[in-house]
């Protein structure tokens, strides 16, 4: 779901939690809201229900095809050929990145996400270590390992590494 879409839903999520609070109160005997409730939504002032209406319906239809549309998935283009292009996904270079971080030692808990930068792509590697290491020596380790594993299994040459050590923890992943 696109930031816009996010922003519509909440705004729409908003709008209904409001409407049903108000109508709740009056149910409850509250007439105050009973007051505003029928300025807004009385169908004999057309001039506002109408295009409430129809932006509420919109904006539903919207929300409702954004549920179902299937995002396309991001892919970098590795090589062109005569026979075609060959592409890996973005998700697949993320994958191995946390396997190749999570395989030195002492680090835990890892997630990655790839930007763009002008020189190509940029990783950025969010991790937990344990309180036995050198964090600076670590994360050099993990840039270091990273740059040269992607490399050799994709040919993507990574510009920007960014370490962010989230925690330093002494509990290690369940095995299940």
Not at 7 to 25: D, E, G, N, R
Not at 109 to 125: D, K, N
Not at 144 to 149: D, T
């Amino acid at each position: 779901m696109v930031l816009f879409d996010r922003i519509l839903l909440a705004v729409y999520s908003l709008f209904f939690t409001v409407v049903f609070i108000l109508f709740s109160a009056v149910m409850l005997g509250w007439p105050v809201p009973l007051f505003l409730l029928k300025d807004i939504f009385y169908p004999g002032r057309p001039e506002i229900f109408w295009p409430l209406m129809v932006i509420l319906i919109l904006v539903g239809g919207r929300l409702f095809w954004s549920s179902l549309h299937k995002p396309r998935g991001r892919h970098v283009v590795l090589t062109e050929s005569a026979l075609g292009e060959i592409k890996v996904s973005l998700h697949a270079i993320e994958d191995l990145v946390e396997k190749v971080a999570a395989q030195i030692n002492g680090v835990r808990e890892v997630t990655s996400q790839l930007f763009a930068v002008p020189q190509g792509v940029g990783i950025r590697i969010k991790a937990s270590v344990t309180p036995d290491v050198n964090v600076p020596a670590v994360s050099v380790e993990v840039q270091n390992l990273v740059k040269e594993r992607v490399f050799e299994v994709t040919g993507l040459s990574v510009s920007n590494i960014r370490v962010t050590i989230e925690s330093i923890s002494a509990k290690k992943p369940r095995v299940e």
